[in-house]
């Protein structure tokens, strides 16, 4: 959970102002990296590995066609890269002494708080005032339209705040669970009890798989 600095620097006329490079920066750039030479696969007959990116690659295609119809193709690439993005992040964050910068809420709340804003932009610019219909529901009596505006308007800026908070505490909760299973499993064993380690052990492996699932 602890963000370390692995190089600072720092400009004389800038004052206390400093740049860093951080374990969640490092992390970041090894998953973009992981994630370029993943999708390199060329091969006519594909390989396995080749296979599965494709697979994903359909699969996300599938959804954005069926969601958005024929014009949100263009939006496949980013959604696509967002999803490999957050879900290397996790996975990797599995292994041991490996960072994982989506357990803090600032990096998961700013990718959804900016994805927020991206989609009102475009909304605005390709519906103009219909897109404030948005924010009143079909059918609704005029009488209650101001107050439904107003609870419409902090369900769509709230969304922001829920998607950003949900990934990071269910992450964050998964890697205490673990934190704490694995320490009471090393006591047991440091203590002669190597036989009643098995179950805290089995149950770590359980665990393992539910966040690989989440």
């Not at 959804?63 to 996790?90: Q, T």
């Not at 519906?127 to 609870?151: D, H, K, Q, T």
């Amino acid at each position: 959970f602890n963000i370390v600095s692995l190089i600072t620097i720092r400009a004389p006329f800038l004052g206390d102002f400093a740049v860093s490079f951080t374990n969640s920066s490092l992390m970041m750039l090894s998953v973009i990296t992981v994630f370029w030479l993943l999708f390199k696969g060329e091969k006519i007959i594909p390989t396995r590995w080749q296979l599965i990116m494709e697979l994903m690659h359909s699969v996300i295609r599938t959804m954005i066609r069926d969601n958005l119809g024929k014009e949100g193709a263009k939006y496949f690439p980013f959604v696509l890269c967002l999803f490999i993005f957050i879900v290397l992040l996790n996975v990797f964050g599995l292994f041991p002494y490996v960072f994982t910068p989506t357990v803090h809420i600032i990096v998961t709340f700013g990718l959804s708080l900016s994805i927020l804003i991206g989609v009102t932009i475009i909304g605005l610019f390709k519906f103009r005032a219909n897109f404030m219909s948005l924010f009143v529901p079909g059918g609704a009596p005029l009488a209650l339209a101001p107050f439904l505006v107003l609870i419409e308007t902090i369900s769509y800026l709230s969304r922001a705040i829920s998607l950003g908070v949900r990934l990071a505490a269910n992450l964050s909760a998964g890697h205490l669970l673990f934190a704490i299973l694995s320490g009471f499993t090393f006591d047991m064993l440091t203590n002669g009890l190597a036989l009643l380690s098995v179950f805290p052990m089995l149950i770590m492996i359980f665990i393992t798989l539910l966040e690989m699932a989440v």
